[in-house]
């Protein structure tokens, strides 16, 4: 019986070898240029140890441990499931679940050349380290070993207090050492790096950890920038390739099957493959197949959005803007130029509050004052007072935040003993 299991898997290997040959030949043949490829099958707990990580080689953290509960328990009772993942890096690494079909291996395989291909060439991934699965393995260890020489808890309260500020990075420069002295800083984006190079009471091992972290969420910014155009653009090569390969009518029902799955439009929100599909495929009817390849070297989602996305396109999507009103959901707005506008806004840094560095030296007492850029849309005031006091334990001093709420404006301060108080200014 052994033998005989042997036997089936080996001729599914070399069956999913082959096919992963043919479709990689015609990929290349249409037009695609990815990293050299390496494919792992792997099962499901260490697929979705991966998503809930971001990477295969990651530090430790809670937060990690509950994304995977959640994400396997949904997988357990059939809710979702991650047929693939795959990592920007050289060469690109694609995980895929053990227990899919070789029709949906055949279609992952489509799909992830088509990311490798986006990741190789759009131009918001050319700063990003192809080494990355390196680099944070080395991070991971650096951190063990801060966890055995100063405590796990105490390693983790920094870890906390960094994780809740992570997206507030500058990705659109690579920022060098500041010349400048603390008190005649401009506005600086980069809070992460602010707080690593001039918090006064962070010790070596903890300005370690904020530069890890903000080297890795600079990795993983342009997936962020990205979302829409790299799905719809893995999404609209894994139908034309797929389109080229002799399926049986089982195979093609089966196929429809899946990538209708895929599309699907979902309650609320958007579908980014969806969305993506829907434009390149309109871009290729008025353009060519040609442009589109300018068009993924070139743009991130917002300019996608702000320079393709048209009254026309808008309405074959359907999207319109609701609210909650009472104790019902309501459409509140379908004019095509406010829901582009609106799609807009939540694809402006990568869907995070918009955060600057005004004054690291605050009254002459070294506290910190943050600025929000305030664009229509207010902070969670609630998910404000649960950030403030990491930032005030990364920081070591009183931290203040000015911001927009209900049309006035106002500052927030949170002391060191974690008392909050506003004003209206």
Wanted: aromatic content about 12%.
């Amino acid at each position: 019986m052994g033998e005989q299991k042997h036997a089936r898997l080996e001729r599914e290997f070399t069956a999913l070898e082959q096919a992963i040959g043919e479709i990689s030949v015609i990929a290349r043949q249409m037009g695609l240029d990815y990293f050299p490829m390496r494919y792992e099958l792997c099962p499901a707990e260490v697929l979705y140890a991966i998503g809930a990580y971001g990477m295969p080689t990651r530090f430790s953290h809670w937060s990690f441990g509950k994304a995977f509960s959640r994400m396997k328990m949904e997988y357990d009772l059939e809710l979702s499931k991650i047929y693939e993942l795959v990592i920007n890096s050289n060469p690109c690494y694609a995980f895929l679940l053990e227990n899919n079909s070789f029709l949906q291996n055949k279609l992952i395989v489509a799909h992830v050349l088509g990311h490798s291909d986006f990741f190789k060439h759009n131009a918001y991934f050319g700063h990003t380290n192809r080494d990355m699965v390196e680099r944070m393995s080395v991070a991971a260890e650096r951190i063990r070993l801060f966890e055995f020489e100063h405590g796990r808890s105490t390693v983790e309260e920094t870890l906390d207090a960094a994780l809740s500020i992570q997206e507030h990075i500058d990705p659109i420069r690579i920022r060098s050492k500041m010349s400048k002295g603390v008190e005649e800083l401009a506005e600086e984006k980069d809070i992460m790096g602010f707080i690593a190079e001039h918090s006064r009471s962070l010790a070596p091992w903890q300005r370690e950890i904020i530069s890890i972290l903000r080297e890795e969420m600079l990795y993983f910014w342009p997936q962020l920038e990205t979302k829409i155009m790299n799905e719809g653009w893995a999404t609209f090569w894994h139908v034309r390739l797929m389109r080229e390969l002799e399926l049986s009518e089982a195979e093609t029902i089966e196929f429809a099957r899946m990538h209708a799955s895929v599309i699907q439009p979902p309650r609320y929100g958007i579908n980014p493959y969806l969305l993506g599909l829907q434009m390149f495929e309109a871009l290729e009817q008025q353009y060519g197949l040609e442009y589109l390849f300018e068009v993924r070297e070139r743009e991130n989602d917002i300019s996608f959005l702000r320079n393709y996305l048209t009254k026309e396109r808008l309405e074959q999507t359907d999207l319109y803007m609701f609210a909650k009103q009472g104790g019902a959901y309501r459409i509140t707005n379908v004019e095509w130029e406010s829901v582009k506008q609106r799609l807009i806004d939540s694809r402006t840094n990568g869907g995070y509050p918009y955060l600057v560095v005004l004054d690291g030296d605050y009254g002459g007492n070294g506290e910190l004052y943050l600025l929000h850029k305030y664009e229509g849309v207010e902070l969670d005031v609630r998910y404000m007072e649960k950030t403030l006091p990491s930032i005030v334990l990364l920081w070591g001093r009183a931290v203040h935040l000015e911001t927009i709420v209900n049309g006035n404006r106002k500052r927030y301060t949170m002391q060191t003993d974690k008392k909050m108080s506003e004003k209206t200014l």
